[in-house]
């Protein structure tokens, strides 16, 4: 049945959007054939590569020629699924586009969608730092820039939308998708992600916010398993960094979470993906599937009997195109609505908002322009970019004073992860997760490991390479020869820690949860053996979660120096190298908490008072370093904390605070504003970051700053299920981390309940003075 429509319609405003006249003069011209083409995508290159979650097991048996007869919604990862020539592939585009336009019957391109987390994922691509370490670096600025930069690459090979950012509250390092995510505090999420939808979306190119919503709070921290938070965890953690994406970066697409809450598949949850995101928030954009979510409604969560069943439930939701191919939306969405089980106003409202998309990228118009005839992915510019970003993400986590390097003679690199480039890049790095599949293809460009970069960094010094074992695995044999290097040494920079990859190959990435967080296999013993020797021993970890390290960071026996990098992309051997040798300073943060051990999971910072350590319980759950904990190569004073001693429950307030650099070298503090609300209706959490700035400063100079809070910052879910800032006192602090008080405060918020508003500010404003 074909539904007519008009450009006024009489259905609700939540069943068909708004959309310009020639939008809806389209769909009205269209066959269902038509219609359902524009809701699917299809991967071309989808092989026996495992890539996606039962990839295999969900492979499309339907013929490119086929599918596309009568048009394409998407082209599924073009340029990501195997190694091809971007002048090569961009030239097929360009002519398959021609032909999808055509068989299309209304002129309509497809969108070409990709993945972004660690830079463009194609071959030949810069390959930045993983989610993790942009968290790290708590500068969402440099994280804009290095978005405009992936946005040009995208767009100069026709690429329209990035499956990318990640704003998953990381609450369980066991998940193996901690690298893919920013932070476990919902603001510098928030702030982080929303700056790389800006970058992005500058460029051209639609981002996509994942996993909407939850995802990170799975059981146990297994991939896909059921979420057990609550209304109240769900609006005061999970959906923060969403809301602002959504509503300050102006987000244009948004991917469900493959989970269940409470029982109920997010990919078939209305209340949240229409009533919420479109309703409340104001969302116009398009709503995708992760990959094969919708036939996962009926093959993994067992809510819908078959696929027409499940494309029912998903389009009423408000999923409007299935990804990666049409499992659920093309012929059983056809089926569907002949039999009647399906409504055809459905397809109209997810066919509106697609179109909508396509007439803003420019694919309802004509496109003579030519394929590029040559193509840099991995300009000076990325390079650039990615090294002052892996630089600012490395934490330096302890210091005896070994650290910078004092010009050594004879260094000892031990460590399975010291000269393998493939160490240094996350998860979703193309290099992991399709180039390990086609052994013996150079990753071409330039990354040099550990090794090769102190090598060139420090000229003059004898370096000595050792593996000593392997990530995984119980194999000792090589530690003989770990532990000769060392003791032949004047220091030895031991570097372990991960390896990224997919679906149990590696030790982290998705699908790769962990039962443990120790090191993975005899890594921990071959840093003790190292240790053991005398020699100075510096510890590198290059990984994609945060590991229990109370063994070498407290205590008799510790390494001279741990630092933290959590996957640090090309440029993160030189990053570490110029650390190690002091020609650059430390300013990472820890995004995430140092657990204490895997029994203490899940752990936040955001606790409440009895989730921590008490009298009540024999466990304790404290972190063996706080979020926000990082050391430098100089010494930072917080002092002269001021607030005002009362401010209404609406409107923001100032905090102003002095930073002082009280060392000998230049260096970078991260000035973190932290909050408790002393007594509230529901439990609230015994800190809370209320904002952050970076500030650099000099040997001896100082700077006031000054930070604009808004009370939207301190508003909770009352009993009542509202978004509300209530009066009462909150105390105020400024330190190293969210355990340190240096500076304190307080100020009484006054007046009647305030329920927040979208009208409510949700960004910190900063304003640093020197003097």
């Given at each position: 049945?074909?539904?007519?429509?008009?450009?006024?319609?009489?259905?609700?405003?939540?069943?068909?959007?708004?959309?310009?006249?020639?939008?809806?003069?389209?769909?009205?011209?269209?066959?269902?054939?038509?219609?359902?083409?524009?809701?699917?995508?299809?991967?071309?290159?989808?092989?026996?590569?495992?890539?996606?979650?039962?990839?295999?097991?969900?492979?499309?048996?339907?013929?490119?020629?086929?599918?596309?007869?009568?048009?394409?919604?998407?082209?599924?990862?073009?340029?990501?699924?195997?190694?091809?020539?971007?002048?090569?592939?961009?030239?097929?585009?360009?002519?398959?586009?021609?032909?999808?336009?055509?068989?299309?019957?209304?002129?309509?391109?497809?969108?070409?969608?990709?993945?972004?987390?660690?830079?463009?994922?194609?071959?030949?691509?810069?390959?930045?730092?993983?989610?993790?370490?942009?968290?790290?670096?708590?500068?969402?600025?440099?994280?804009?820039?290095?978005?405009?930069?992936?946005?040009?690459?995208?767009?100069?090979?026709?690429?329209?939308?990035?499956?990318?950012?990640?704003?998953?509250?990381?609450?369980?390092?066991?998940?193996?998708?901690?690298?893919?995510?920013?932070?476990?505090?919902?603001?510098?999420?928030?702030?982080?992600?929303?700056?790389?939808?800006?970058?992005?979306?500058?460029?051209?190119?639609?981002?996509?916010?994942?996993?909407?919503?939850?995802?990170?709070?799975?059981?146990?921290?297994?991939?896909?398993?059921?979420?057990?938070?609550?209304?109240?965890?769900?609006?005061?953690?999970?959906?923060?960094?969403?809301?602002?994406?959504?509503?300050?970066?102006?987000?244009?697409?948004?991917?469900?979470?493959?989970?269940?809450?409470?029982?109920?598949?997010?990919?078939?949850?209305?209340?949240?993906?229409?009533?919420?995101?479109?309703?409340?928030?104001?969302?116009?954009?398009?709503?995708?599937?992760?990959?094969?979510?919708?036939?996962?409604?009926?093959?993994?969560?067992?809510?819908?009997?078959?696929?027409?069943?499940?494309?029912?439930?998903?389009?009423?939701?408000?999923?409007?195109?299935?990804?990666?191919?049409?499992?659920?939306?093309?012929?059983?969405?056809?089926?569907?609505?002949?039999?009647?089980?399906?409504?055809?106003?459905?397809?109209?409202?997810?066919?509106?908002?697609?179109?909508?998309?396509?007439?803003?990228?420019?694919?309802?118009?004509?496109?003579?322009?030519?394929?590029?005839?040559?193509?840099?992915?991995?300009?000076?510019?990325?390079?650039?970019?990615?090294?002052?970003?892996?630089?600012?993400?490395?934490?330096?986590?302890?210091?005896?004073?070994?650290?910078?390097?004092?010009?050594?003679?004879?260094?000892?690199?031990?460590?399975?992860?010291?000269?393998?480039?493939?160490?240094?890049?996350?998860?979703?790095?193309?290099?992991?997760?399709?180039?390990?599949?086609?052994?013996?293809?150079?990753?071409?460009?330039a990354i040099p490991t550990v090794v090769e970069a102190l090598r060139a960094e420090l000229p003059d010094a004898e370096i000595t390479a050792v593996s000593g074992c392997t990530v995984e695995g119980d194999d000792?044999?090589?530690?003989?020869?770990?532990?000769?290097?060392?003791?032949?040494?004047?220091?030895?920079?031991?570097?372990?820690?991960?390896?990224?990859?997919?679906?149990?190959?590696?030790?982290?990435?998705?699908?790769?949860?962990?039962?443990?967080?120790?090191?993975?296999?005899?890594?921990?013993?071959?840093?003790?053996?190292?240790?053991?020797?005398?020699?100075?021993?510096?510890?590198?970890?290059?990984?994609?979660?945060?590991?229990?390290?109370?063994?070498?960071?407290?205590?008799?026996?510790?390494?001279?120096?741990?630092?933290?990098?959590?996957?640090?992309?090309?440029?993160?051997?030189?990053?570490?190298?110029?650390?190690?040798?002091?020609?650059?300073?430390?300013?990472?943060?820890?995004?995430?908490?140092?657990?204490?051990?895997?029994?203490?999971?899940?752990?936040?910072?955001?606790?409440?008072?009895?989730?921590?350590?008490?009298?009540?319980?024999?466990?304790?759950?404290?972190?063996?370093?706080?979020?926000?904990?990082?050391?430098?190569?100089?010494?930072?004073?917080?002092?002269?904390?001021?607030?005002?001693?009362?401010?209404?429950?609406?409107?923001?307030?100032?905090?102003?605070?002095?930073?002082?650099?009280?060392?000998?070298?230049?260096?970078?503090?991260?000035?973190?504003?932290?909050?408790?609300?002393?007594?509230?209706?529901?439990?609230?959490?015994?800190?809370?970051?209320?904002?952050?700035?970076?500030?650099?400063?000099?040997?001896?100079?100082?700077?006031?700053?000054?930070?604009?809070?808004?009370?939207?910052?301190?508003?909770?879910?009352?009993?009542?299920?509202?978004?509300?800032?209530?009066?009462?006192?909150?105390?105020?602090?400024?330190?190293?981390?969210?355990?340190?008080?240096?500076?304190?405060?307080?100020?009484?918020?006054?007046?009647?309940?305030?329920?927040?508003?979208?009208?409510?500010?949700?960004?910190?404003?900063?304003?640093?003075?020197?003097?």
């Amino acid at each position: 049945m074909h539904v007519t429509i008009s450009e006024n319609p009489v259905h609700p405003p939540t069943l068909l959007p708004a959309a310009s006249p020639r939008v809806y003069a389209l769909v009205n011209a269209m066959t269902l054939e038509q219609k359902v083409a524009q809701l699917v995508g299809f991967w071309v290159d989808q092989g026996d590569d495992v890539v996606a979650p039962l990839a295999g097991e969900m492979a499309t048996s339907a013929r490119y020629e086929e599918a596309t007869v009568d048009g394409l919604g998407h082209l599924t990862r073009v340029y990501g699924t195997r190694p091809v020539d971007a002048v090569e592939r961009a030239a097929w585009l360009w002519a398959e586009q021609r032909r999808l336009r055509a068989a299309s019957g209304h002129g309509i391109g497809a969108i070409v969608h990709e993945e972004a987390l660690t830079g463009l994922a194609a071959w030949r691509a810069a390959t930045f730092p993983t989610p993790l370490a942009w968290g790290a670096t708590f500068d969402p600025d440099l994280v804009e820039r290095m978005g405009r930069a992936i946005g040009a690459s995208m767009r100069s090979l026709g690429i329209h939308q990035a499956l990318a950012p990640v704003l998953d509250v990381v609450r369980d390092p066991r998940w193996g998708r901690v690298d893919e995510c920013i932070a476990e505090d919902p603001y510098v999420v928030a702030t982080i992600a929303t700056a790389y939808v800006r970058g992005l979306q500058d460029a051209g190119v639609h981002a996509t916010l994942k996993h909407f919503v939850g995802y990170s709070a799975s059981q146990a921290g297994r991939n896909h398993a059921p979420v057990h938070a609550g209304l109240r965890e769900l609006s005061d953690v999970f959906l923060p960094p969403f809301e602002m994406a959504v509503r300050d970066g102006g987000v244009r697409c948004v991917m469900n979470s493959y989970t269940d809450i409470d029982g109920v598949p997010v990919a078939s949850d209305e209340h949240l993906l229409t009533d919420l995101l479109r309703g409340e928030w104001g969302f116009d954009g398009v709503v995708v599937s992760d990959y094969f979510a919708v036939a996962f409604l009926e093959t993994m969560h067992a809510v819908a009997a078959d696929r027409i069943e499940a494309a029912r439930l998903a389009l009423t939701a408000g999923i409007d195109v299935e990804l990666p191919s049409g499992d659920a939306y093309a012929q059983p969405l056809r089926d569907g609505i002949r039999s009647g089980r399906i409504d055809e106003t459905l397809v109209d409202r997810a066919l509106l908002r697609v179109l909508a998309q396509k007439e803003e990228l420019g694919l309802l118009d004509p496109d003579d322009s030519e394929p590029p005839t040559e193509v840099d992915l991995d300009t000076a510019e990325h390079r650039a970019l990615a090294r002052e970003l892996a630089e600012r993400s490395l934490v330096l986590l302890s210091n005896d004073g070994t650290l910078p390097l004092a010009a050594p003679r004879r260094i000892a690199v031990i460590g399975p992860n010291g000269d393998d480039a493939s160490a240094l890049m996350g998860c979703y790095s193309f290099a992991n997760h399709v180039l390990a599949h086609h052994p013996g293809t150079p990753l071409g460009f330039a990354i040099p490991t550990v090794v090769e970069a102190l090598r060139a960094e420090l000229p003059d010094a004898e370096i000595t390479a050792v593996s000593g074992c392997t990530v995984e695995g119980d194999d000792r044999s090589g530690f003989r020869a770990a532990v000769d290097a060392a003791v032949d040494a004047d220091v030895a920079v031991v570097v372990v820690g991960d390896r990224a990859g997919l679906f149990g190959r590696g030790t982290v990435g998705e699908g790769n949860d962990t039962e443990s967080l120790e090191l993975p296999g005899v890594q921990r013993q071959l840093v003790e053996a190292v240790v053991a020797t005398g020699t100075p021993v510096v510890v590198v970890l290059l990984t994609g979660r945060p590991y229990a390290l109370s063994w070498a960071l407290d205590g008799a026996g510790a390494p001279a120096a741990v630092v933290q990098a959590f996957f640090p992309g090309e440029e993160g051997g030189t990053a570490i190298a110029r650390l190690l040798a002091g020609a650059a300073s430390p300013s990472g943060r820890l995004p995430v908490s140092l657990p204490r051990s895997a029994g203490a999971q899940p752990y936040s910072y955001l606790q409440p008072p009895l989730g921590g350590p008490s009298e009540v319980t024999s466990a304790d759950s404290t972190p063996v370093r706080p979020f926000g904990f990082g050391l430098g190569y100089t010494t930072f004073r917080r002092t002269d904390l001021w607030a005002p001693a009362s401010t209404a429950t609406s409107g923001s307030f100032p905090v102003e605070v002095t930073v002082a650099n009280t060392g000998a070298r230049s260096g970078v503090e991260i000035v973190q504003l932290y909050a408790h609300d002393v007594h509230a209706s529901v439990v609230r959490p015994v800190a809370q970051l209320l904002g952050y700035a970076r500030v650099e400063l000099a040997p001896g100079e100082s700077a006031r700053v000054r930070f604009e809070v808004p009370t939207a910052r301190l508003a909770f879910t009352d009993r009542a299920g509202r978004r509300v800032v209530e009066p009462g006192r909150v105390d105020l602090w400024v330190g190293a981390s969210v355990a340190d008080r240096e500076t304190q405060g307080a100020i009484e918020l006054t007046g009647e309940i305030h329920p927040v508003s979208a009208a409510d500010a949700r960004s910190v404003g900063v304003i640093v003075g020197k003097g």
